[in-house]
């Protein structure tokens, strides 16, 4: 049957003609798309402390293998890292290089790379639909609010992400070729395998299962004749891909026998797959339902436009080309025990393609659209009017204060992507929308100073280097166990992690080395608030250590301190004991 998909675009509603060049001139809409994500995703990336757990493994694990001129494997804390590939840790090395070792230099090519997606959205646009429809894409790729959080993080996602849109771009050129074309040509299998490598250096296999589900999935939607020959082409690529893995691989397994593939595959792909991450309740294909409706903000109030197709989609090749890409890692994922948003963020491309398939600015047409529209605006409304008030009302006082400041960015820019965004985007008013955009951006900014000024590891590595500290010190960490301790403290001594206070004490009781630490001793956390304990505005520690830590250090040998702050890896409120031996302590000879 015809496809459809090749009806005539409506003019552009902006009707600006500059909009028109910087579209169809390649370099200009790169050059644009590059100003946008630098104005959307650069605040935040210098004064944002490393957030989570896998944040500073992966900065610390770079500067590791740079110190040993190691390639091929990864260490963290003098240990093996196994957990992905190396080809984020290769790239952040030249930022490092470049601007030494810093947040912003380890997160930098995580800003690239979700700057080379929009590139290649916008390339992929052009080619399925036009130019004006590319670039659209590849702005609101960059406005996503899941890529305004991911796109500022120190980890691999968002190369594997750009990883996989240059796989669906390759196996577009081969689908979408001219018809006198019989094969795909020996450049876009080139491009196939290219991308396929880069994938798998990215984030393993993983990379490779998204764009074959999705080829499949588009195939079997469409109702016209189905090329299952690219199927065949796909698994070419990997043939002529494996052998450039391999240039890394063998060398990898051979030092480390095997464990590289047990552990980075076995342990945390495989196992992840099986068990809940930090036992959390598994909520199969609900979750990223409902993640996804927040992730795709403000562009989730409009996915009618994107998802709901008229009459005859099946004949289009290109709307199930990007329907199959969408839907894939929601069935990849769906079952998948440990459940994190940003997982299927490699289908948010396609969603863009979609929602600017025709050229123009998505409409709410209907009044199923419209309550859509109403109801996601609705929604989000209320959570960040509710998390206002609570925020005001909330007993955040002294050295909790700045939690409150920390709310009220949050519940604003909850109002701000769910509310502001839509409404300035259905009515049109892009000058708004922009500057919204801007403001949110900022938001990351003054958020990330505000938990690096409550954040307790910097505190306590900031007490270690101001009391001179010596370089060969052991460290160990008892309860807060965080690996930011190790990136932030910079290498200076080597660190022991664990939560037997008991057996902790005892180290700090023997001799033969200058020793230093972290206890925790009380832990407040945000999943064990219940509301008798808001109604009475007391909140309870969930945990409580200081009997068996306080007292028990050799106060003529050691200082303490007592910092309090959020430990965003865990979000929760702790309290800490940092430690260290004193210079003037005169060990026994």
Same mark, same amino acid.
């Given at each position: 049957?015809?496809?459809?998909?090749?009806?005539?675009?409506?003019?552009?509603?902006?009707?600006?003609?500059?909009?028109?060049?910087?579209?169809?001139?390649?370099?200009?809409?790169?050059?644009?798309?590059? &100003?946008?994500?630098?104005?959307?995703?650069?605040?935040?990336?210098?004064?944002?402390?490393?957030?989570?757990?896998?944040?500073?493994?992966?900065?610390?694990?770079?500067?590791?293998?740079?110190?040993?001129?190691?390639?091929?494997?990864?260490?963290?804390?003098?240990?093996?890292?196994?957990?992905?590939?190396?080809?984020?840790?290769?790239?952040?090395?030249?930022?490092?290089?470049?601007? +030494?070792?810093?947040?912003?230099?380890?997160?930098?090519?995580?800003?690239?790379?979700?700057?080379?997606?929009?590139? /290649?959205?916008?390339? &992929?646009?052009?080619?399925?639909?036009?130019?004006?429809?590319?670039?659209?894409?590849?702005?609101?790729?960059?406005?996503?609010?899941?890529?305004?959080?991911?796109?500022?993080?120190?980890?691999?996602?968002?190369?594997?992400?750009?990883?996989?849109?240059?796989?669906?771009? *390759?196996?577009?050129?081969?689908?979408?070729?001219?018809?006198?074309?019989?094969?795909?040509?020996?450049?876009?299998?080139?491009?196939?395998?290219?991308?396929?490598?880069?994938?798998?250096?990215?984030?393993?296999?993983?990379?490779?299962?998204?764009?074959?589900?999705?080829?499949?999935?588009?195939? &079997?939607?469409?109702?016209?004749?189905?090329?299952?020959?690219?199927?065949?082409?796909?698994?070419?690529?990997?043939?002529?891909?494996?052998?450039?893995?391999?240039?890394?691989?063998?060398?990898?397994? &051979?030092?480390?026998? +095997?464990?590289?593939?047990?552990?980075?595959?076995?342990?945390?792909?495989?196992?992840?797959?099986?068990? *809940?991450?930090?036992?959390?309740?598994? /909520?199969?294909?609900?979750?990223?339902? /409902?993640?996804?409706?927040?992730?795709?903000?403000?562009?989730?109030?409009?996915?009618?436009?994107?998802?709901?197709?008229?009459?005859?989609?099946?004949?289009?090749?290109?709307?199930?080309?990007?329907?199959?890409?969408?839907?894939?890692?929601?069935?990849?994922?769906?079952?998948?025990?440990?459940?994190?948003?940003?997982?299927?963020?490699?289908?948010?491309?396609?969603?863009?393609?979609?929602?600017?398939?025709?050229?123009?600015?998505?409409?709410?047409?209907?009044?199923?659209?419209?309550?859509?529209?109403?109801?996601?605006?609705?929604?989000?409304?209320?959570?960040?009017?509710?998390?206002?008030?609570?925020?005001?009302?909330?007993?955040?006082?002294?050295?909790?204060?700045?939690?409150?400041?920390?709310?009220?960015?949050?519940?604003?820019?909850?109002?701000?992507?769910?509310?502001?965004?839509?409404?300035?985007?259905?009515?049109?008013?892009?000058?708004?929308?922009?500057?919204?955009? /801007?403001?949110?951006?900022?938001?990351?900014?003054?958020?990330?100073?505000?938990?690096?000024?409550?954040?307790?590891?910097?505190?306590?590595?900031?007490?270690?280097?101001?009391?001179?500290?010596?370089?060969?010190?052991?460290?160990?960490?008892?309860?807060?166990?965080?690996?930011?301790?190790?990136?932030?403290?910079?290498?200076? +001594?080597?660190?022991?992690?664990?939560?037997?206070?008991?057996?902790?004490?005892?180290?700090?009781?023997?001799?033969?080395?200058?020793?230093?630490?972290?206890?925790?001793?009380?832990?407040?956390?945000?999943?064990?608030?219940?509301?008798?304990?808001?109604?009475?505005?007391?909140?309870?520690?969930?945990?409580?250590?200081?009997?068996?830590?306080?007292?028990?250090?050799?106060?003529?040998?050691?200082?303490?301190?007592?910092?309090? +702050?959020?430990?965003?890896?865990?979000?929760?409120?702790?309290?800490?004991?940092?430690?260290?031996?004193?210079?003037?302590?005169?060990?026994?000879?």
């Amino acid at each position: 049957m015809a496809d459809r998909s090749a009806s005539f675009l409506p003019p552009s509603p902006t009707g600006d003609s500059w909009f028109q060049r910087v579209a169809h001139h390649r370099g200009w809409s790169a050059l644009a798309l590059l &100003l946008l994500a630098a104005a959307f995703l650069l605040p935040g990336t210098a004064s944002l402390p490393l957030m989570d757990r896998d944040e500073p493994r992966f900065a610390q694990a770079t500067w590791e293998m740079m110190e040993r001129g190691e390639w091929a494997v990864p260490y963290f804390n003098d240990e093996y890292r196994f957990d992905k590939p190396p080809l984020t840790y290769w790239w952040m090395r030249v930022h490092y290089w470049i601007f +030494g070792k810093t947040e912003f230099a380890a997160r930098l090519h995580t800003m690239l790379a979700a700057w080379l997606t929009a590139v /290649v959205t916008a390339a &992929l646009g052009r080619r399925l639909f036009d130019a004006r429809a590319g670039l659209l894409a590849g702005v609101a790729w960059l406005s996503l609010l899941q890529v305004f959080v991911h796109g500022r993080l120190c980890v691999a996602d968002m190369p594997m992400l750009l990883a996989v849109t240059l796989c669906m771009h *390759a196996l577009a050129g081969m689908w979408f070729r001219p018809p006198e074309q019989l094969a795909p040509g020996r450049g876009w299998l080139a491009y196939l395998v290219g991308a396929l490598t880069l994938g798998f250096l990215a984030k393993g296999p993983i990379a490779w299962a998204v764009p074959l589900l999705g080829l499949i999935l588009a195939l &079997l939607l469409y109702r016209g004749k189905r090329p299952w020959i690219l199927v065949a082409w796909f698994w070419l690529a990997v043939l002529f891909a494996v052998p450039l893995i391999g240039l890394w691989g063998v060398p990898a397994l &051979l030092s480390t026998k +095997g464990a590289f593939w047990q552990v980075g595959i076995g342990e945390h792909v495989v196992k992840r797959g099986a068990e *809940a991450f930090n036992g959390r309740i598994t /909520v199969p294909v609900v979750f990223y339902l /409902v993640s996804a409706f927040i992730s795709l903000l403000p562009w989730s109030a409009f996915a009618p436009a994107a998802l709901c197709q008229r009459a005859g989609w099946r004949d289009s090749r290109r709307t199930c080309f990007l329907l199959g890409w969408f839907i894939a890692p929601f069935l990849i994922f769906g079952f998948y025990a440990t459940q994190l948003p940003h997982y299927i963020m490699p289908g948010f491309p396609a969603f863009c393609l979609l929602l600017f398939s025709r050229g123009h600015w998505p409409e709410v047409e209907g009044g199923g659209a419209r309550r859509w529209f109403n109801a996601v605006v609705g929604v989000f409304g209320l959570v960040g009017v509710v998390v206002l008030a609570f925020t005001l009302w909330a007993p955040f006082s002294g050295e909790t204060a700045p939690l409150r400041s920390l709310l009220l960015l949050i519940s604003g820019g909850v109002l701000t992507a769910g509310v502001a965004l839509p409404l300035a985007l259905r009515f049109r008013r892009l000058g708004f929308a922009l500057g919204a955009l /801007v403001l949110l951006s900022l938001a990351f900014h003054e958020g990330g100073s505000l938990i690096r000024s409550m954040h307790p590891g910097i505190a306590a590595v900031e007490f270690w280097k101001a009391s001179g500290v010596p370089e060969k010190t052991k460290f160990r960490a008892s309860g807060f166990s965080e690996p930011c301790l190790v990136f932030y403290q910079d290498a200076n +001594g080597s660190w022991k992690m664990g939560d037997n206070d008991e057996r902790t004490l005892e180290w700090f009781a023997g001799e033969g080395s200058t020793r230093a630490g972290i206890f925790l001793l009380r832990e407040w956390q945000f999943d064990d608030v219940k509301w008798e304990y808001l109604t009475r505005r007391d909140w309870p520690p969930s945990q409580d250590r200081r009997e068996a830590i306080l007292g028990k250090l050799d106060p003529q040998r050691y200082e303490t301190r007592t910092v309090r +702050g959020y430990n965003a890896a865990k979000t929760s409120w702790v309290e800490c004991l940092v430690v260290w031996q004193r210079p003037d302590y005169l060990r026994p000879e």
